[in-house]
């Protein structure tokens, strides 16, 4: 079954801070990728999403991702992170060969001291 | 506005009742899901459908159960079956994934189950 795993359950840094966060899925066929964030009290968003091409994508607010099919990897960064950046961020992934199905990873918490 | 919309936003049982919850796109969307989130579980899934009249097991789909009988509509309900059914539900919508990109799943505002 294909899984998804976030490395940090919970992060703590200082704004202008840079900021990676790790995500690995268990799968080496066509992937459909994604990060997704929720702020506090709001519905998840997507920030970003990776189907094909370049393996750096770049998505809202400053953040970007880079795949790495060897590593199975698909990390989110952010060079300098404001205390707006405070929320959870989960990771996602599409497996084509599995359709539609999306498994989500367990989340990393994100807390910017300002 | 295009969207998608749960309802309602807080839900209270009794144990030993079943509950329904409901979820409406006009997205347009062919596929919906269901997941389940937790503190530190993340999101987990419950159940989808890629198509009307169609639908699959997720990880988690002991204790659910779902109907997709329109395009618009994937309504859940939460069994007495369910051991541990406290908890935030969400759904979401996305395009058929054969569509390539901009498949992305959008997702509604939740709804939060207490069970007492």
């Known amino acids: 079954a294909q899984s998804v795993s976030q490395h940090n359950h919970h992060v703590i840094l200082s704004e202008a801070a840079s900021l990676e966060l790790g995500c690995n899925y268990s799968y080496g066929g066509t992937v459909n990728l994604f990060w997704y964030v929720q702020y506090p009290g709001q519905h998840l968003q997507l920030l970003l999403k990776?189907?094909?091409?370049?393996?750096l994508v770049k998505g809202i607010k400053g953040f970007e991702a880079e795949f790495i099919k060897s590593k199975f990897s698909f990390n989110l960064r952010k060079p300098s992170v404001q205390w707006s950046d405070t929320a959870e961020y989960f990771c996602a992934v599409r497996i084509k060969a599995a359709g539609n199905k999306l498994t989500f990873g367990g989340g990393t918490r994100v807390l910017v001291k300002p | 506005d295009g969207g998608i919309t749960q309802s309602p936003k807080y839900l209270f049982r009794k144990e030993g009742q079943n509950v329904t919850l409901s979820c409406e796109q006009n997205?347009?969307?062919?596929?919906m899901y269901w997941y389940r989130q937790d503190p530190g579980q993340g999101l987990r899934l419950i159940y989808y459908?890629?198509?009307?009249?169609?639908?699959q097991k997720g990880d988690i789909a002991e204790g659910y159960s779902v109907s997709r009988e329109k395009k618009e509509s994937f309504p859940l309900t939460v069994t007495s079956a369910q051991k541990n059914p406290t908890a935030f539900y969400l759904c979401?919508?996305?395009?058929?994934?054969?569509?390539?990109?901009?498949?992305?799943?959008?997702f509604g505002q939740g709804t939060r189950l207490t069970v007492v």
């Open positions: 459908s890629q198509i009307v009249n169609d639908f």
């Open positions: 979401a919508s996305s395009t058929h994934y054969s569509r390539g990109r901009d498949t992305e799943a959008f």
């Open positions: 990776y189907f094909s091409g370049d393996p």
């Open positions: 997205l347009n969307h062919d596929a």
